[in-house]
T-cell receptor, first 110, second 114 residues
Framework: QKEVEQNSGPLSVPEGAIASLNCTYS??????FFWYRQYSGKSPELIMS????GDKEDGRFTAQLNKASQYVSLLIRDSQPSDSATYLC??????????FGPGTRLSVLP | EAGVTQSPTHLIKTRGQQATLRCSPI?????VYWYQQALGLGLQFLLW???????NRGNFPPRFSGRQFPNYSSELNVNALELEDSALYLC?????????????FGPGTRLTVT
């Protein structure tokens, strides 16, 4: 059973702080990794994709991948109240199957 | 560029009835995925269609079925509805191959079974 695990939260951070979201996965042959943001009652929105070890930055977001440790993270710098949402980690193995984690609920406090 | 569209937005059915949900992918995308998200739960993979063929299905009973049309739009059918089928049904599309396998989601169809 391929699994993707995330802390369910809620993770609370003050406005302006760095939010750190973590994800681990069990399938060693996983190829691609994705972070989605989902506001309550809405559909998931793709934030970042990362395919190779290291860091990938896009604006206030940085994704970090460590395949040896089977670990992927998302850092949100200068967190804003509008960042308050559930963040989903998704992992693609061979083939096109995506496995989604249960999500981490982030709350950014003004 | 238009995103993934789904219809209807809301659907209310009675237990035992059938529901049909529709999805149009982003132009140029050939793969369509269906997910179920019950209230407070994570995304559960239902079905994957590519080039008109069912490529994979999740751990759901056969009363969940679908198809993909020549224009790559897709339909999800749920027969013999049960109360626990009440959920947000999400469709996503992607372009297979190349360097990107990113899935983009539609707004979802909220199905309520009474």
């Amino acid at each position: 059973q391929k699994e993707v695990e995330q802390n369910s939260g809620p993770l609370s951070v003050p406005e302006g702080a760095i939010a750190s979201l973590n994800c681990t996965y069990s399938d060693r042959v996983s190829q691609s990794f994705f972070w989605y943001r989902q506001y309550s009652g809405k559909s998931p929105e793709l934030i970042m994709s990362i395919y190779s070890n290291g860091d990938k930055e896009d604006g206030r977001f940085t994704a970090q991948l460590n395949k040896a440790s089977q670990y992927v993270s998302l850092l949100i710098r200068d967190s804003q109240p509008s960042d308050s949402a559930t963040y989903l980690c998704a992992v693609r193995g061979y083939g096109q199957n995506f496995v989604f984690g249960p999500g981490t609920r982030l709350s950014v406090l003004p | 560029e238009a995103g993934v569209t789904q219809s209807p937005t809301h659907l209310i059915k009675t237990r035992g009835q059938q529901a049909t949900l529709r999805c149009s992918p982003i132009s140029g995308h050939t793969s369509v995925y269906w997910y179920q998200q019950a209230l407070g739960l994570g995304l559960q993979f239902l079905l994957w269609y590519d080039e008109g063929e069912e490529r994979n299905r999740g751990n759901f009973p056969p009363r969940f079925s679908g198809r993909q049309f020549p224009n790559y739009s897709s339909e999800l059918n749920v027969n013999a509805l049960e109360l626990e089928d009440s959920a947000l049904y999400l469709c996503a599309s992607s372009l297979i191959g190349g360097s990107s396998y990113e899935q983009y989601f539609g707004p979802g169809t909220r199905l309520t079974v009474t």
